[in-house]
């Protein structure tokens, strides 16, 4: 709550268009004897790996899948440069629970290639994908399956997931097929994430309305266009 005098300077100031804003510094973190995962300093190595999600949808994904209680593997659909997985992976060898599962064609969406390009084209895709992943040092955490999602399920043995992130084909035929595909290997007490659940994939999220309402998730929240859902 403002004082009474910094509510008559404010209301003035807002009088001629001006308003006052508390700026706030980021703060210096502790040199302490505890180890943590600084995700600031993680935040600038990762910096140039292109991405589709932004820093902060990364690191909600990053923390839900570091502190998850349950244990098992984590898939991810649709790694294009692999911003997303960099995160992921990181958090799957920091709790050191499970392994990190990539499954991307790398053709980009199909119809929307031109979204997709890199350097010249898409052709380099995979390759770049991988040596993001070598430049942060988690390749040996990642399984890539450059596939169809569909074909990609067929090379899936005994998979038990506790964290499934879909951001795949944007479709809702697509969106659908993962859905019904990899959800049913998501364990009771795992992680369901959509990405890009807003309103300019009407069909992907009717898929997905469709599925929380079928599958009745523990709990539900929204961050920015992230679903997220605990079985
Ligand atoms: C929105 S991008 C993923 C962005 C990524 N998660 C990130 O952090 O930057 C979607 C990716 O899904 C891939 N993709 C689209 N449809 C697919 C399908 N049916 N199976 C596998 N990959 C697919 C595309 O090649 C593309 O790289």
Redesign the pocket.
């Known amino acids: 709550m403002l004082s009474f005098g910094k509510r008559v300077v404010r209301t003035a100031a807002r009088k001629f268009g001006y308003d006052i804003v508390r700026v706030v510094e980021p703060r210096p973190t502790p040199h302490v004897a505890i180890k943590f995962t600084d995700l600031s300093r993680y935040r600038r190595i990762t910096e140039p ?5 932004s820093s902060e ?2 690191e909600l994904l990053y923390g839900i899948c570091v502190t998850q209680d349950v244990e098992g593997d984590v898939l ?11 995160y992921l992976a990181r958090a799957v060898r920091d709790s050191g629970n499970g392994h990190m599962f990539a ?8 119809g929307k290639e031109g979204l ?1 390009s890199v350097g010249d084209g ?1 052709e380099n ?1 995979q390759a770049q994908f991988e040596d993001n992943m070598k430049a942060i040092g988690l390749q040996h955490v990642i399984t890539t399956l450059p ?6 399920y067929e090379h899936l043995d005994n998979c038990v997931l506790r964290l499934l ?1 879909i ?4 479709s809702e035929s ?1 969106v659908r ?2 859905i019904q595909l990899y959800c049913p290997l998501v364990r009771a007490g795992g992680i369901v994430v959509f ?2 659940f807003d309103i300019t994939f009407p069909g992907l999220v009717s898929a997905v309305v469709e599925w929380v309402e079928h599958q009745d998730p523990r709990s539900v929240f929204v961050r920015g266009n992230m679903l997220v859902c605990k079985l």
């Open positions: 790996i292109p991405g589709m999600i949808a990364a991810e659909i649709g790694s294009w440069q692999g911003k997303s997985t960099s499954v991307d064609h790398f053709r980009g969406n199909i997709y898409l895709l596939y169809f999602s569909e074909q990609a992130f951001d795949g084909d944007h697509g097929k993962d990405d890009d």
